[in-house]
């Protein structure tokens, strides 16, 4: 699941197709299971695709740069969304 929200921020807000952001999602799918305790055996990084291996390091940092901002985006998100839906608290649950 979170690699297809990952997929769609790319998507819509950084007009990124599925295709072109494939991998960049999985690793933000990667770091928010990391992040939320969810098993990360099943990833597996052994074989990065083709347009990484040549890249140089500024280009390397600027993807790693989106894929943070990715992740900031989604937990905002996540944030919001459980706020708006968090039960509001009584004047008995304040005592």
Known sequence: MAKEVSAAVYDFKHNESRDASDFKSFCVAYMVSSRYGVDTRGFDFSRLPREYA??????????????????????????????????AKNKEQER
């Open 54 to 87: 040549g890249m140089d390091t500024q280009a390397f940092k600027g993807e790693l740069g989106t894929m943070r901002d990715v992740l900031g985006e989604i937990q905002s998100d996540m944030y919001k969304s459980m706020e708006k839906n968090k039960p």
